[in-house]
T-cell receptor, first 113, second 112 residues
Framework: DAGITQSPRHKVTETGTPVTLRCHQT?????MYWYRQDPGHGLRLIHY???????DKGEVSDGYSVSRSKTEDFLLTLESATSSQTSVYFC????????????FGPGTRLTVT | GQNIDQPTEMTATEGAIVQINCTYQ??????LFWYQQHAGEAPTFLSY????GLEEKGRFSSFLSRSKGYSYLLLKELQMKDSASYLC?????????????FGKGTKLSVKP
């Protein structure tokens, strides 16, 4: 399972509330990613990190922020959740070299009511 | 722009062979990946191609033609457990900019 955990695994929250999702890895990989997966859209990159305190935006970053203060943790924050952010969120890690695949965490199902 | 196309759904029979196609148009190319995703689970890595040709791994093979922007995943001796979605993904560039762009996935149903 590449040593990736996500918490919480399920969450229901109300519109306008802040939400933080956590991704934790135990294998010291440099690269970490946050994706969302929605029917009809596939996996879309939200933000990624290429080291401690080094992050960048992905395809669908609006409404999301991230932080990486330690190698093992990558946090995704929804400052004010909206119903359009109801989705399944996956964290992934990789070695970052050209041929290296990404390994995915188990996912977090977030429902914003 | 970026575009990765796969069929939305496919159906095949247990024991048969199925080919899932993927075409891509991206601004760069630094490798193509196939993932398997069972319903309610995370994607798992299946194969990687960066040079033209066929890569074989057990019952699964993946083919790449860079000049045609085309790949396929070949599944042989289909089993019921192969019922899943199959995701094609392209890496446009290497290094820190080498993020994956995913297609929408192909849902494969294997019937007895």
């Amino acid at each position: 399972d590449a040593g990736i955990t996500q918490s919480p695994r399920h969450k229901v929250t109300e519109t306008g509330t802040p939400v933080t999702l956590r991704c934790h890895q135990t294998e010291n990989h440099r690269y970490m990613y946050w994706y969302r997966q929605d029917p009809g859209h596939g996996l879309r990159l939200i933000h990624y990190s290429y080291g401690v305190k080094d992050t960048d935006k992905g395809e669908v970053s609006d409404g999301y922020s991230v932080s990486r203060s330690k190698t093992e943790d990558f946090l995704l924050t929804l400052e004010s959740a909206t119903s359009s952010q109801t989705s399944v969120y996956f964290c992934a890690i990789s070695l970052g070299t050209s041929g290296s695949e990404q390994y995915f965490g188990p996912g977090t199902r977030l429902t914003v009511t | 722009g970026q575009n990765i196309d796969q069929p939305t759904e496919m159906t095949a029979t247990e024991g048969a062979i199925v080919q899932i196609n993927c075409t891509y148009q991206t601004s760069g190319f630094n490798g193509l990946f196939w993932y398997q995703q069972h319903a309610g689970e995370a994607p798992t890595f299946l194969s990687y191609n960066v040079l033209d040709g066929l890569e074989e791994k057990g019952r699964f093979s993946s083919f790449l033609s860079r000049s045609k922007g085309y790949s396929y995943l070949l599944l042989k001796e289909l089993q019921m457990k192969d019922s899943a979605s199959y995701l094609c993904a392209v890496r446009e560039r290497g290094g820190s900019q080498g993020n994956l762009i995913f297609g929408k996935g192909t849902k494969l149903s294997v019937k007895p």
